[in-house]
Structure formats: structure tokens, C-alpha cells
């Protein structure tokens, strides 16, 4: 048998990467389209589109985003189609089909906890055929394998469809240690999309120009700046300010996240409480809301203090996490996959 290539893929709600032993990453937006028509089809000169090429042609495609709040959809046979082109396009990108036979693959696959428990059977199915043997784990488990960070540490990861929670103790993590939560990325959007579109009821606004705008801009607590994007108001590109909007959607996952923290604290070993309080590690693109870190440590001074760190670039700890437990994985823990 050829040398083994194997892949951590962190398979998110807004976007996907992909980590592999032969030295590529690759990040795509979770999209896939097809053209809806014949007309759409000479345009594009396409069968299928991904990632952001998907998104920025979406008035000729259907289009799909195949994971919703976190959990793989099963609804049509077109959603189910779309997360298999999103893992072969992935695949392809470091080589799978290419130089590289699919037989030779090992994939551990990361996605949100919620995911985990429910879609694990769908999962293998879209896997089926694409590589040959499969490691399924949750986020946040993931990036705590990737950064060692396995003992007396809770991670929280915020992305687009789910808020994850785990607390490692040296051991793969059970149900206990870990909690999700649907208030992410994508409930932040919707809060602001129907703030601005209250305050400034002439603006034409869509959910991917305030996505846009929150990535760029998202705050919670103080911010001396204004925030001023550029939207057309009956058709005339104009300034709107969204500073107060944009802190009250990013605060709405506060009072959630917090709580779902301290419980989970209170639930540690009294005696290793402090060394987890002290050990909290925030992940995700939510993780880099401005003034989130000092937010809940903020809310820690009440079981008696605590540091929050986060991530600077977190575009692919998931699945560099996944590729560090790939390369570890003993042979046992390995799922073989047949066409």
C-alpha cells in the first residue's frame, strides 16, 4: 500500500478547511450551487459551484448550505448531495483523486458537538467511497488536541451555527464535559439584519452585507469608534451608522454563553475548578468579537475570577486539531469505510 495521506477536515456551518499530512490547507465558505437553469448554465459554464465562487453567483444557482445550527441537513436529497461536493471538493484540493488515491485516505472529521451525537450515520454515508477510514470528533475537542491543551481546560468555540463547550480532563470527552448551544454566528446576522432594517427601513439590506459587516466590525462593550458601512437607500449608496445595532446583536449571545460557562464550572471537581477558571480558551470566528475575552472574565469574578484567552487565527484549528489526531489515532479507533 502507498504511504497514508491523512486529513483533518473541520466541517463548519459558514465555512470548511481542510488540514493534510502533505503540507495543504485550504479554507472554503460552506456553499454549494448548482445553475437553475440553461441560461445559468452557459453563463457559468459550470455543473456545480463551491465555497465563495457559490455565493457570489447565487442569483443563477440553487443554492445550499448544507449544514444549519451546527447539525448536517437531511431534508432533500440536494442537501445530502451538497455536503458530499463540499468534502470531495476538499479532498480534491490537497490531492485526493489527483496524485493521490482515495483508498490512501484517512479523515478525522470535526464538526459541532450537536452534530456529533446526531448525523454521525449520515456523515459516514456522504464519506462512503471518498476515503477509506473515518475518525468523526466534535470541535471543540479538536482544537483542544491541536493546541495540547487536554488537561484542566474549557474550551469555548463560537462559529457561525453553534456555540460549543468542552472541558477537558485528560481523557476523551463525554457528553458531561461538553454542552452546544444554537445562539453563534448566525443568530447574531439575523439580530442585525432585523435591527438595521428597523432603524433604516428605505435600505436594501441582506444577510451576507451584514455578515460581512459583522466580521469586520463585531464588538461587545466599548467601542470609541463609530461603525459606518455603506448600504443603497432607494437606490443610492449611503452611510448608516450601526454602531449601537451591531453591540446589541453581538451582546445577545452573552447572557447564554455565560451561563452555559458557569455551569459547566460548577460541574468540575471543586478542587480542579480554579485551574479550569484559569484555563478558558475561546475559539471559533466568534471568538474574535472585540471585548468578548473580558466579557466573561467579567462574569468569572463571580466564582471567584478566571483568564479567557482566544485565538488570533483560528481559521484552522479545527482542522489542524483533526490532523494532529489523525496522526495519532491507534489503529483500533478507526472506522473502515466500503463504497
Known amino acids: 500500500m502507498d504511504e497514508v495521506l491523512h486529513v483533518g477536515i473541520d466541517l463548519g456551518t459558514s465555512r470548511s478547511a481542510i488540514s493534510a499530512s502533505n503540507g495543504e490547507r485550504f479554507v472554503v465558505d460552506s456553499f454549494v ?19 465563495h465562487e457559490a455565493v457570489a453567483n447565487r442569483t443563477m444557482l440553487d443554492l445550499h448550505r448544507p449544514l444549519e445550527r451546527g447539525l448536517l441537513k437531511e431534508g432533500s436529497d440536494k ?16 490531492g485526493v483523486n489527483g496524485t493521490i488515491d482515495a483508498s490512501n485516505v484517512r479523515a478525522v472529521v470535526v464538526v459541532p458537538a450537536a452534530a456529533l451525537r446526531t448525523n454521525k450515520q449520515y456523515l459516514r454515508n456522504a464519506m462512503k467511497g471518498i476515503v477509506d477510514s473515518l475518525l468523526i470528533v466534535s470541535e ?37 464535559d461538553q454542552r452546544t448551544l444554537t445562539v453563534a454566528g448566525d443568530s447574531i446576522d439575523t439580530q442585525l439584519l432585523k435591527l438595521v432594517q428597523e432603524r433604516y427601513q428605505q435600505a436594501n439590506v441582506t444577510v451576507y452585507m451584514v455578515r460581512e459587516w459583522k466580521e469586520k466590525h463585531s464588538y461587545v462593550g466599548h467601542t470609541r469608534d463609530r461603525i459606518v458601512v455603506k448600504a443603497p437607500v ?18 445577545s449571545i452573552l447572557p447564554p454563553v455565560i451561563e452555559t460557562m458557569l455551569d459547566l464550572l460548577s460541574r468540575v471537581e471543586p478542587e480542579f475548578q480554579e485551574r479550569v477558571r484559569n484555563n478558558i480558551i475561546l475559539s471559533g470566528g466568534g471568538g474574535l468579537i ?3 475575552p473580558e466579557a466573561l472574565e467579567t462574569a468569572l469574578r463571580s466564582v471567584g475570577g478566571g483568564k479567557v484567552r482566544f485565538m488570533k487565527d483560528p481559521v484552522f484549528i479545527g482542522s489542524d486539531g483533526g490532523l494532529a489526531l489523525a496522526a495519532d489515532a491507534p489503529e483500533g479507533d478507526w472506522e473502515k469505510l466500503t463504497a
Open 234 to 251: 432607494r437606490g443610492v449608496p449611503t452611510d448608516l451608522d450601526i454602531t449601537a445595532e451591531l453591540k446589541t446583536a453581538c451582546e
Open 33 to 51: 450551487g448548482w445553475p437553475l437553469d440553461m441560461v445559468a448554465r452557459k453563463v457559468l459554464k459550470r455543473d456545480v459551484l463551491i465555497g
Open 140 to 176: 471543540p475537542f479538536a482544537v483542544a488536541y491541536g493546541l495540547d491543551a487536554l488537561l484542566h481546560t474549557m474550551i469555548v468555540d463560537i462559529g457561525a451555527g453553534t456555540t460549543d463547550f468542552c472541558v477537558m480532563k485528560g481523557r476523551y470527552p463525554t457528553e458531561e
Open 79 to 94: 442537501d445530502v448531495q451538497a455536503v458530499r461536493e463540499l468534502l470531495l471538493h476538499l479532498l480534491r484540493l490537497v
Open 290 to 292: 472585540r471585548g468578548l
